[in-house]
């Protein structure tokens, strides 16, 4: 039996016995558009939830007359698979027909915490011709003073965003929704946080408080305090205009909505909802997860998305084997550092919990820590067996998918039950009976 999984830039294929019990969770197919480029602008002629762009400048012009008017536009950084390079044309031509100077928009990558996209990301990014021809600017989470605190949210966050977004007079945000291991579903407010936040808003927001909440989990929104806080920030900030996307396995445009901030992500919400979550009867002994290919599994610490995945369908003391090429290796030094220091899920998480431990970006640690404790969680990429080899918490190294099953096999039984994800969080697996939040959300 072959079939071939989503990983780095041209996939893998895995080629096993026919005689294993092995059952394939494909997304169902979905129809791209036929072109982008004009699904993005008829989008953006037809707005839900909001003025046209048109009559949004002209209100702002009203108010400001014979000011300059400013724009700043949010894309997503390189470890996204947003094709800005589709999204920003359409919106650019429709600013400077209305009166908005090239010299005047600034496109702001929202990196969160995350480095900077470097000059070849940024033409992979927004094509060859965008980053020569307007401002394009890297947030940077630690400059101090290119953030303007904005006071505190009712969930206790303080505020502190990107200067260049606050004081643009037209503020435009673009993304992708897709389903994300804690904060429900991407995009929308998730370009303002954690794309353009300071540190202390991010993590707060992602605290280890709302991470082990029940509610932030795949495909869940209500109730989730990461997305609730994060909605309740960006409409505080103010949002005039978004153009969000979904995309298929392939990373082709599917659909394209643009508009008001709350109704461009809820209808693209629901269109995901018609088939990214699947029932299956009962749990697995080995699955075998990935994060979607290149560029959402350029790293170890992005990879873990993958592996809350698997967490959701394999049995308690089950395997999961997630592929994910990894040629960025950890991806974070603080990541790396408490990984291979903690070898309990069960302590580290309580650390977390009760502020024992401080750790950058705790979220990932913690989520992993989580998985760690149902599964064991073997590790197929481009790093080296050496690199694991002071790794404490929960992962394995494994030469292949087919190497691994061997392994899991060995513990499991012949007869185990193995499911492969080949695309990534494109479904989102639900188990009859689970009490999943994913499994209530979204019925099949």
Partial sequence: ????????????????????????????????????QEGVTRAINSPIGSKTIEAIIK????????????????????????????????LL??????????????????TG?????????????????????????????????????LGTSTFGTPISINKTYTDADLKILTGYVDPHFFAGYAGGRKAIVP?????????????????????????????????????EIAKKVGVDFIVNVCLDEQHRIVNVAAGGLEAVHDALV???????????????????VNNGGYPLDMNLYQAVKSMVLGEMAVKEGGTIIAANEAIDGFGSDEFKAIIETEPDPDILIKKLLTKEMHVPAQWQ?????????????????????????????????????????????????????????????QLIPCITGSGSAACKVTPR
């Fill in 59 to 90: 209100a702002k012009q009203k108010k400001a007359p014979g000011k300059s008017l400013s724009a700043c536009i949010v894309v997503s950084d390189h470890t996204r698979p947003v094709p800005s390079h589709v999204i920003l044309p359409p």
């Fill in 113 to 149: 915490l995350h480095r900077g996209s470097t000059p070849d990301e940024l033409a992979r990014m927004l094509g060859k011709d965008i980053p020569t021809t307007y401002k394009v600017v890297n947030h940077d989470f630690k400059d101090a003073s290119a953030l303007k605190s």
């Fill in 270 to 288: 629901q269109f995901m909802k018609q088939t990214v979550v699947k029932e299956f009867p009962s749990y697995f002994d080995i699955v075998v």
């Fill in 195 to 231: 794309g353009i936040s300071g540190e202390e808003t991010v993590i707060e927001n992602h605290s280890a408080r709302n991470i082990n909440d029940p509610n932030a989990r795949f495909t869940v929104l209500k109730g989730n305090p990461i997305h609730e806080d994060a909605l």
């Fill in 93 to 110: 031509v429709k600013f400077e027909a209305n009166g908005i100077r090239r010299e005047n928009i600034t496109i702001l990558v929202g």
């Fill in 365 to 425: 640690v913690q989520t992993l820590a989580r998985a760690a404790k149902r599964a064991e969680i073997l590790v197929v990429s481009a790093m080296p067996r050496s690199a694991f080899e002071k790794v404490k918490l929960g992962l394995k190294h494994a030469e292949s998918v087919e190497k691994a099953i061997e392994q899991a096999l060995k513990k499991h039984g012949k007869k185990a039950k193995i499911l492969i994800l080949p695309a990534g969080p």
């Fill in 1 to 36: 039996m072959k079939t071939r999984i989503a990983y780095g830039k041209t996939g893998l294929e895995i080629n096993l016995p026919d005689s294993l019990n092995v059952t394939i969770g494909r997304p169902e197919p979905q129809k791209t558009l036929v072109s982008a």
